[in-house]
């Protein structure tokens, strides 16, 4: 069970905008920036958000992260079949451990 | 370009231990530490622990602390992962990536721990 609380589910039909949330505390989220990665099975994860909100080049600007206190969200905007993945959050707590989230499947209807 | 090129797969039987290794190039390998990420199938991404390439200090998560060793030779760029006390939980794809939040990662190792 992961310091990083995300639900384990979401869905969308093309076009909508879906949040995924991560819930942690004052020693990880309140303690550092967020990154956000999408993954698929079997391939590298992907990059999609660091430092809470900034876009590697190449991310389209659909994708787009915020943090609050100890929570960080991740908005997709304009959803496509192609955003179907598991998302997930990652910081390092005060202990110098890096923690993930448990991970979100996101299904596109 | 940066990359992170990664071991083959290897199939190990319960109790043996595996050396993943992840060699960088694009990049000077001593300015980045190398992170450890595993992914078991149908669990999520699970962060193993650090490496520092120039000074050699690691940092592990509590539930590898024992079992896990991460070096690395600066001589042929290349970080090492050895696992050792497999079971069949650990059969999972292992990868290199250079920090936590990165685009860079290596291409993923599978490890099966079968009997």
């Known amino acids: 069970q992961s310091a990083l609380t995300q639900p384990p589910s979401a869905s969308g039909t093309p076009g909508q905008r879906v949040i995924i949330s991560c819930s942690g505390s004052r020693s990880n989220i309140g303690h550092d920036s967020v990154n956000w990665y999408q993954h698929l099975p079997g391939t590298a994860p992907r990059l999609l958000i660091y430092?809470?909100?900034q876009r590697p080049s190449g991310v389209p600007d659909r994708f787009s992260g915020s943090k609050s206190g100890t929570s960080a969200s991740l908005a997709i905007r304009g959803l496509q079949s192609e955003d179907e993945a598991d998302y997930y959050c990652?910081?390092?707590?005060?202990?110098?451990?890096?923690?993930f989230g448990g991970g979100t499947k996101l299904t596109v209807l | 370009q940066v990359q992170l090129v990664q071991s083959g797969a290897e199939v190990k039987k319960p109790g043996a231990s595996v050396k993943v290794s992840c060699k960088a190039s694009?990049?000077?390998?001593?300015?980045?530490?190398i992170n450890w990420v595993r992914h078991v199938t149908g669990r999520g991404l699970e962060w193993m622990g650090w490496m520092n390439p120039n000074s050699g200090n690691t940092g592990y998560a509590r539930k590898f602390q024992g079992r896990v060793i991460m070096t690395g030779d600066t001589s042929i760029r290349t970080a090492y992962m050895e696992l050792s006390n497999l079971n069949s939980d650990d059969t999972a794809v292992y990868y290199c990536a250079r920090g936590l939040g990165t685009t860079y990662w290596g291409q993923g190792t599978l490890v099966t721990v079968s009997s």
């Open positions: 694009g990049y000077t390998f001593t300015g980045y530490d």
């Open positions: 430092n809470n909100n």
């Open positions: 990652a910081v390092w707590d005060d202990s110098l451990n890096g923690v």
